[in-house]
């Protein structure tokens, strides 16, 4: 039956079905064959999966990310890191990282993140000597920090799966992505370098002191989201909520915000949510079933037939979870896979904080692959900028965040070190 149920859900996403019926279809079918499988257990399943408070945390996220685009507070962010680093060698490019760091700690999501920073800044990247698909690669890979630096909508999936805290998770994800961060910056340095890009003018401390005082808005909402789950103020929900707050009073005072781009919002972010909620609906039907047939023990005897060393074991499942994220949307790779990865971790000792941030790396840098890449496609669309131009360029990127996911399966205290601080 595992064959079937594999068999049918790879030949309708050959097909071209979304992967959120390819699941559905594939685990109800088999429901259907097995009479001692109810098909009652469809509804339940499908019901119970988003039936949590927890959840609640992802459109609250994404509502939090529209609003700070919708009062201009990603402009702000721009100017501000303009005036900063433009005027180095690469500048232009750094501005596009950083922000991308930045604004990571609002939304948690890499799609939003990057079609927010690319209408604005793929034009300027192209004016000022950059190959429009290397602005639309960086932009994607920039954009993909979203899920690694907290909050991330990802890990709050994770953190509902596995039953880990959410504020460890996102503590874990800080310093892995300050590090690709980093590697992002020094590639661009040597890029713009190679390429002959001149530099900007500096604008003066002046201006830099003046754009971060206008920025400073959109600095504290990282702040309030992630501050009030780190120190236990507030759970991850609460945090959402308090961000839509301050998003929603800083609008209004500031004259940015009105009813009509409230609403644009609210509506946006119900849409964008829509399709991960649809996604963990249907991932929970087909584990549901995955486990049924026992391919938990499967997996375990696999892994055990290549290999006895823990460290390959995690480099087996990297790679594993990467080739997937190739062809399959990150959400539900994470539902299909980590519940039946985390019981064969655990026989290795590993720290299951440093395992996750391993998956995260791992199913973000899917995101940013061919050939689905699903934030290329993004960037492609809203930028009208060719896909295989994009692609040409991504590669050096999905080396960089290869290589940060190395790091930390070597180095597990990238992971491990700030949890280790709220215990």
């Not at 946006?268 to 929970?284: K, L, N, V």
Request: hydrophobic share 55%.
């Amino acid at each position: 039956m595992l064959i079937l149920v594999v068999a049918i859900f790879f030949v309708l996403l050959v097909m071209g079905m979304p992967i959120a019926f390819c699941m559905a279809i594939s685990a109800a079918a088999v429901i259907f064959i097995n009479p001692s499988l109810p098909s009652t257990v469809i509804a339940q399943k499908i019901y119970t999966a988003v039936d949590s408070i927890s959840f609640i945390a992802i459109p609250l996220f994404m509502l939090a990310g529209s609003l700070m685009n919708a009062t201009g507070i990603t402009d702000k962010i721009i100017r501000f890191f303009k005036n900063l680093v433009g005027h180095i060698t690469g500048g232009l490019a750094h501005v596009v990282v950083l922000t991308g760091m930045l604004m990571a700690g609002v939304s948690g999501s890499s799609v939003a993140d990057a079609a927010a920073i690319s209408t604005i800044m793929v034009p300027q990247l192209e004016k000022n000597g950059y190959d429009r698909g290397f602005a639309g690669a960086l932009i994607s890979s920039a954009g993909s920090l979203g899920p690694i630096i907290p909050p991330s909508i990802i890990m709050i999936v994770y953190s509902g799966v596995v039953s880990i805290p959410v504020g460890k998770l996102f503590m874990a994800g800080v310093i892995p992505g300050f590090l690709l961060g980093a590697m992002m910056l020094i590639y661009c340095f040597f890029y713009a370098k190679v390429h002959g890009i001149s530099r900007g003018t500096f604008a003066g401390w002046k201006a830099v002191f003046k754009s971060f005082l206008s920025s400073v808005g959109a600095l504290l909402m990282p702040l309030i989201i992630v501050g009030g789950i780190v120190l236990g103020i507030c759970t991850a929900t609460e945090s959402g909520i308090l961000a839509i707050i301050y998003g929603i009073l800083y609008g209004f005072i500031s004259g940015q915000l009105t009813l009509k781009k409230l609403w644009s919002s609210i509506k946006e972010s119900i849409a964008g949510a829509a399709q991960p909620m649809i996604i963990i609906s249907f991932a929970s039907l087909l584990a549901y079933v995955l486990t049924f047939y026992d391919l938990g023990t499967f997996v375990g005897n696999f892994m055990n037939s290549v290999t006895n060393n823990g460290t390959v074991v995690l480099l087996l499942i990297f790679v594993i979870i990467f080739f997937a994220g190739m062809f399959i949307e990150s959400t539900a790779i994470l539902l299909m896979l980590v519940p039946f990865f985390s019981p064969l971790i655990a026989v290795y000792g590993f720290n299951p904080i440093h395992f996750a941030t391993v998956c995260i790396i791992s199913l973000v840098l899917g995101g940013i692959t061919p050939p689905v890449g699903i934030v290329m496609y993004v960037v492609s669309s809203v930028t009208h900028t060719e896909l295989k131009s994009i692609i040409r360029h991504i590669w050096p990127f999905i080396f960089i965040f290869s290589l940060g996911c190395i790091l930390v399966i070597f180095i597990p205290q990238v992971s491990t070190w700030l949890p280790g601080l709220l215990t």
